[in-house]
């Protein structure tokens, strides 16, 4: 295993000369060859172009990590950095060690175990040397939450994120230790992490990434004097790994699959324009899906006929005639571009437009709001909390006023809403019946993916979905899981064409009654971890013994956390984004209400 940092240095120049990099590029060779496993250092301040670290981005060598580990390559990074850039290029957090704490993360000593909050500001600018309290509350227990930094003389004694067990287990199994970018000044005082008390021979190989001398200079089977993303740049292209792009994530919601559903009952066939990320982060501001994921889930939506890739923000004539439509269809709100101009405009003026009903409760703004939020506020059955209620101030409410249409509303479920999702079809002779379950929350394209695998098992698939309640979900998930309830979740997987019917408030358990109720011919489950049920029995059990379960890989590994991820790294730009998009719908609003005072 090995040790490393990766260090961006600000005005730093192009390429080294060709022969120092194919020096380097043999290095990396005899690395690759002596081991699988590598374990990261990285330094206690990590240069970047950003007015602040809340707008830094992971750089090249961070993404490479996060793909190394992906690979089984990297088994652990231990960091001196605070600034939580691993988290955004992905790796996973039982994969890091944070040993100076994380400026996003404060905790609740009061609670036990020890309730965390990862937010998406900076919480340290109340704290300091031996002054580590915030000034906000644990909503569970009241007490006052602290920030997990550990300053220059003191001692860390949290267990998370400074994680020093998984450290040292690492370091103690590592056979290399790759050293990017760190000065070692500090870590040499650590000699748990250099496995000191292990005789010379056996302790790993270590190799040093770094422009200026370090302490461990002597001790190192190589140092190479270079830039951290140029030795990782040459490291990836020999093992033969792409090196991922750090991308800025919109959602694909059921709000959005009632729309659509309301279009298609107004024609004959439905061709739904998507925007590229570029589109929307011109117009918009961040999305949370990645094009490529937004394409597969609006195809999984069954009211959809074709989807339009890259389609223009800006509405035309030609686009209409370019794919042979009549009419477009949008909601009964109002979208803008970058200059504060209907997007919809010229098709309005040709009277090639229709419009539908917003679906009110459900937004970006609110699901990103929860997200951010470790309150429980948004599940069935509970009262609303103060902290979820103030997130509409950072996410859908401007200075001057509060837009119909970004702002956050309550959703309220009917009976109608589920018939008009529901497909009313019943099983038909020779069809086969396979139930999944789960919580199927923020319904995303890894879901698709597994669904659509399991629909491919068999040639007339009747696939029923069973939803467990809020509470069943939070035991199995924790935090503020799930970040769709119950009602949501349930029209999110009915507007799935591969799902035929929807379990609303399954049994943990796959029961025998269950099985013989719907006449279950065949129970899939993805590769996810399957948490025992409350009295630590299997809840496949029942079918595993009728011989009827089966696995099935997706082939995503796009799951809910990572979608909350991907929200917590860009939380500064969602707060702009939403803001900046009700400033100029407030506008509208008011130019609206100047011309009917005109016309009286």
């Known amino acids: ?70 690979h089984n390559l990297v088994q652990h990074v231990v960091s001196q950095n605070c600034d939580g850039l691993h988290l955004r290029s992905g790796l996973p957090r039982a994969a890091i060690s944070e040993l100076h704490g994380n400026m996003y993360i404060e905790v609740c000593t009061s609670c036990t175990p020890n309730r965390e909050y990862v937010r998406v500001f900076d919480v340290t600018e109340r704290t300091a040397l031996h002054r580590h309290h915030t000034g906000r509350m644990c909503h569970k227990c009241g007490a006052q939450l602290r920030d997990t930094i550990v300053h220059f003389g003191e001692k860390g004694t949290l267990r998370q994120p400074l994680n020093w067990e998984a450290a040292t287990e690492a370091a103690s199994k ?36 770094n422009l200026q001398w370090t302490p461990k200079d002597d001790l190192a089977a190589l140092k190479l004097h270079g830039r951290c993303d140029d030795v990782m740049r040459l490291l990836m ?31 004959d ?54 794919y042979s439509c009549d009419f477009c269809v949008h909601g009964d709100d109002i979208t803008l571009t970058i200059d504060g101009k209907d997007t919809y405009e010229e098709v309005k003026t040709a009277g090639r437009y229709r419009e539908c009903k917003r ?100 040639e007339k698939p009747y696939i029923i979905a069973g939803l467990h309640f809020d509470q069943e979900v939070n035991r199995y998930k924790g935090k503020n899981y799930p970040i769709m309830n119950i009602h949501e979740r349930t029209l999110s997987v009915l507007a799935c064409r591969y799902v035929s019917e929807v379990v609303i408030g399954a049994p943990y358990a796959v029961t025998a009654d269950l099985l013989d109720h719907f006449r279950v011919t065949l129970v899939c489950h993805g590769m996810t971890e399957v948490v025992p049920d409350k009295d630590g029995s299997d809840p496949y059990e029942e079918p595993k013994q009728r011989g009827i379960f ?4 997706s082939g995503s590994n796009l799951t809910t956390d990572l979608i909350v991820q991907r929200i917590i790294k860009n939380r500064l730009e969602f707060e702009a984004r939403n803001q900046k998009k009700e400033a100029k719908e407030l506008a509208v609003l008011e130019a609206m209400r100047r011309l009917e005072e005109e016309k009286h």
Request: hydrophobic fraction near 35%; charge should be negative; glycine fraction near 8%.
């Open 1 to 70: 295993m090995a040790f490393g940092h990766c260090c961006r240095r600000a005005g730093a120049s192009g390429e080294e000369p060709d022969s120092e990099l194919c020096d380097r590029k043999l290095v990396l060779e005899e690395v690759n060859g002596n081991s699988n496993f590598f374990f990261f250092f990285f330094p206690a301040l990590l240069l970047v172009r950003a007015a602040d670290l809340s707008e830094a981005e992971p750089t090249l060598t961070h993404m490479s990590i996060a793909c190394l580990h992906k």
């Open 174 to 209: 590592a056979d290399v230790i790759l050293c990017l970018g760190s000065s070692l000044k500090v870590l040499k005082k650590y000699p748990r992490l250099w496995c000191m008390s292990k005789p010379p021979t056996r302790r790993p190989k270590l190799y040093i990434v």
């Open 237 to 267: 292209a020999e093992l033969g790994l792409d090196i991922p792009r750090y991308d800025r994530y919109d959602m694909v919601h059921y709000g959005h699959s009632n729309q659509l559903r309301q279009a298609r009952a107004m024609g």
């Open 269 to 322: 066939y439905l061709i739904v324009g998507v925007h590229t990320d570029e589109e929307i982060a011109k117009h918009k501001g961040p999305p949370v899906f990645t094009q490529e994921e937004r394409y597969k889930m609006v195809q999984a939506i069954k009211w959809v006929d074709e989807i339009a890739p890259g389609a223009p923000y800006v509405t035309t004539l030609e686009t209409l005639d370019k």
């Open 359 to 458: 679906t009110q409760g459900v937004s970006t703004t609110d699901l990103v709001g929860r997200m951010l939020l470790m309150t429980k506020a948004h599940h069935s059955n509970i009262d609303e909390d103060l902290d979820y209620r103030k997130h509409t101030d950072n996410f859908g409410k401007g200075p001057k006023g509060h837009s119909p249409w970004t702002g956050v509303s309550q959703f309220l479920q009917t009976s109608q809403k589920i018939i008009q999702f529901a497909s009313g079809k019943e099983p038909q002779p020779g069809d086969t019946i396979i139930y999944v379950a789960g919580a199927f929350d923020l319904f995303h394209v890894g879901h698709v993916d597994f669904l659509e695998k399991v629909h491919q098992l068999a």
């Open 550 to 553: 089966q696995l099935v890989d």
